[in-house]
Structures are given as structure tokens and as C-alpha cells.
């Protein structure tokens, strides 16, 4: 597989050859395209909270060893807060999401994992008026979470080579697949 690379950084590699999956994902999502009902959003925060836990499942299953991983707790107990303000529990129905096989592949996961976050305040703003009490999910870490994000970029950029980002695109496409598959289950009729 021939890897794009502008200005060489993993990162560019990996926005570029995960685009398309990031657009699918956001107009199967449908969260800004129109009046979102309550039972909507609550459907995209079980298909989140689904896929997240598959993939900590995964990660905590995998014998790999990475120099650097996410705390995965926060933003499952934001959802699971989220949630609970809109009177669902968590559906809990994790996938056996086999996810990546090698600490390449995991940091692939790892982007989109913390990538996810970037979007959450602009999703954040604007549902702020049809759900005030319920974003804890999409405000996520606030105004840390550019920091956040350069400090994750950081330490992928140092842990892998050049000749190595393709293994790290291909656990980034898995991680999107994994999110596409459970908002495959709610593709709304427009
Ligand atoms: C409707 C839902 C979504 C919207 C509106 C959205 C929007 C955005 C925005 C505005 C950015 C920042 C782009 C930039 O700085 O150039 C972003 C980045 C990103 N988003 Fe989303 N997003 C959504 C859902 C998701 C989901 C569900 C995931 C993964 C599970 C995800 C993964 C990412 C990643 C990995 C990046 C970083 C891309 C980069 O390298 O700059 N997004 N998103």
C-alpha cells in the first residue's frame, strides 16, 4: 500500500489516508445536519459508548507493550454520565473487537482514539442548546485538549519510523472500521 506522506510527518500520513472513513463516520453519525431528537443522540452515545469499550476491551486483551497509552477511563464514565442524564444505561454490548496485533497498529488506534476528541468541541457547541446538562462526552478535557492532543502527536511522531507509518494507518483504518460498523447499525432513513 503506497503511503502519501506531506512533510513526512506521521501524522499528515494518517489524516490523509483516514479522511474518507472520518467523513463517512460523521454523516452516518448525522449529530449537526438537523434537529437531533433525544432518542437520537442517545443512539450515538450507545454506538460511541459500544465502540469505545470494545476497544479498551481490546487493548487490555493485547499483550502489547507501548511506551505510551490513553487513560481510556474518563471519557467512558462521560458517556456513561451522559447517558444517565438522559434516563439510558449503557448498553454494554461491547464487540470482540479483535483490534491491532502489533504496537504499530495501536498507535494507529491510539490517533483516533485521541483524534476523536478534536471534534467534541464543536459537536459540543452546538447541541449546547438541545442538551445543556448532557455533553459531558463532547466538552470532554475542554481547553487541555489541544495540549493534549500536541503531547499524543508528540510521542507517536518519536516511537515510529518512517518505513513504519503504514503499519500505524492500517491500525488507524481498523479503529474507524470499528466506529463505522456500530453506527452502521443506526444509518438513519433521511
Ligand atoms: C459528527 C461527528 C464528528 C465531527 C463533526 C468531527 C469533527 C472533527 C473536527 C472539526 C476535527 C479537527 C480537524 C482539524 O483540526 O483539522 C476532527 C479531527 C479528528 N476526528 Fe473527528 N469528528 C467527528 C467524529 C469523529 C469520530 C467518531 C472519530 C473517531 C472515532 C473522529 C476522529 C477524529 C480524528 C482521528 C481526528 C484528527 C484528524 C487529524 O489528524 O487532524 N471524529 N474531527
Known amino acids: 500500500m503506497h503511503i502519501q506522506t506531506i512533510s513526512g510527518s506521521l501524522r499528515e500520513s494518517l489524516r490523509i489516508e483516514t479522511r474518507e472513513l472520518h467523513a463517512e463516520l460523521e454523516s452516518r453519525m448525522a ?11 442517545i443512539d450515538v452515545l450507545l454506538q460511541l459508548h459500544n465502540a469505545l469499550s470494545s476497544m479498551v476491551e481490546a487493548w487490555h486483551r493485547s499483550e502489547v507493550e507501548i511506551p505510551w497509552s490513553p487513560d481510556f ?19 454494554g454490548n461491547t464487540t470482540a473487537w479483535k483490534g491491532p496485533s502489533d504496537s504499530l497498529g495501536w498507535w494507529g488506534s491510539f490517533y483516533v482514539y485521541e483524534g476523536s476528541s478534536l471534534g467534541g468541541q464543536f459537536i ?3 447541541l449546547h442548546d438541545s442538551f445543556p446538562n448532557s455533553l459531558n462526552y463532547f466538552s470532554g478535557y475542554g481547553a487541555a485538549t489541544g495540549i493534549r492532543w500536541r503531547n499524543f502527536l508528540m510521542e507517536m511522531e518519536n516511537n515510529v519510523r518512517p518505513s513504519e507509518y503504514k503499519d500505524v494507518v492500517a491500525g488507524a483504518r481498523l479503529s474507524f472500521q470499528l466506529f463505522l460498523d456500530q453506527a452502521e447499525g443506526k444509518k438513519r432513513a433521511s
Open 31 to 41: 449529530l449537526l445536519d438537523r434537529p437531533l431528537t433525544p432518542q437520537g443522540y
Open 73 to 91: 477511563s474518563d471519557r467512558l464514565r462521560w458517556l456513561e454520565a451522559d447517558l444517565r442524564e438522559l434516563g439510558q444505561k449503557p448498553a
Open 124 to 126: 459540543a457547541r452546538a
